[in-house]
T-cell receptor
């Protein structure tokens, strides 16, 4: 079975500081990993995904994520946080060669960037 | 939200009443998914469909029903058997071929409230 853990319900960071939102996963075979962001009463917006290749994935709005196979982690990072980054962030996974099986999501991490 | 439309944005249901949430897409994507979002619980899969006239139950299908008569439409009915339907409902789509450069696109959601 596939699963995703986001160990922090809430992350607080000062504007201008680096931010990290943690994600670990469990999947049979190679993973297909995603990060999404959600603003209040909106759908999920795609940030980035990892399929294969370079372990550092760059995405939208200056975000990046580091894939670590040995630690089964896919942490989201940004070098300098903005107040506008405050939102709910979701990590998701499915097995890479499983067709279009549904994504499995973590419970989400609320990021609060303080001015 | 880029070719996927959920309606209505807000929906109110009386006790014992069935209601139907709409999800329409014009991207010719094969697979469609319904998720339920509750605070602190992330996204949980209700139903999904990878092809017309076929669908599969997700983790929390009880009290819900779906149909896939057309490729572009995947309506979700919340029946009176669903005892706690108040939640935010999200529809998602993805092509059948993949992973490629395609991800999973989400609609803007429907907030259902029992009154």
């Amino acid at each position: 079975a596939q699963s995703v853990a986001q160990p922090e319900d809430q992350v607080n960071v000062a504007e201008g500081n680096p931010l990290t939102v943690k994600c670990t996963y469990s999947v049979s075979g190679n993973p297909y990993l995603f990060w999404y962001v959600q603003y209040p009463n909106r759908g999920l917006q795609f940030l980035l995904k990892y399929i294969t290749g370079d372990n550092l994935v760059k995405g939208s709005y200056g975000f990046e994520a580091e894939f670590n196979k040995s630690q089964t982690s896919f942490h989201l990072k940004k070098p300098s946080a903005l107040v506008s980054d405050s939102a709910l962030y979701f990590c998701a996974v499915r097995a890479l060669n499983s067709g279009n099986t549904p994504l499995v999501f973590g419970k989400g991490t609320r990021l609060s960037v303080i001015a | 939200d880029g070719g996927i439309t959920q309606s209505p944005k807000y929906l109110f249901r009386k006790e014992g009443q069935n209601v139907t949430l709409s999800c329409e897409q014009n991207l010719n994507h094969d697979a469609m998914y319904w998720y339920r979002q509750d605070p602190g619980q992330g996204l949980r899969l209700i139903y999904y469909s990878q092809i017309v006239n076929d669908f599969q139950k997700g983790d929390i299908a009880e009290g819900y029903s779906v149909s896939r008569e057309k490729k572009e439409s995947f309506p979700l009915t919340v029946t009176s058997a669903q005892k706690n339907p108040t939640a935010f409902y999200l529809c998602s789509i993805t092509p059948l071929t993949g992973p490629g450069d395609y991800g999973y696109t989400f609609g803007s959601g429907t907030r259902l409230t029992v009154v």
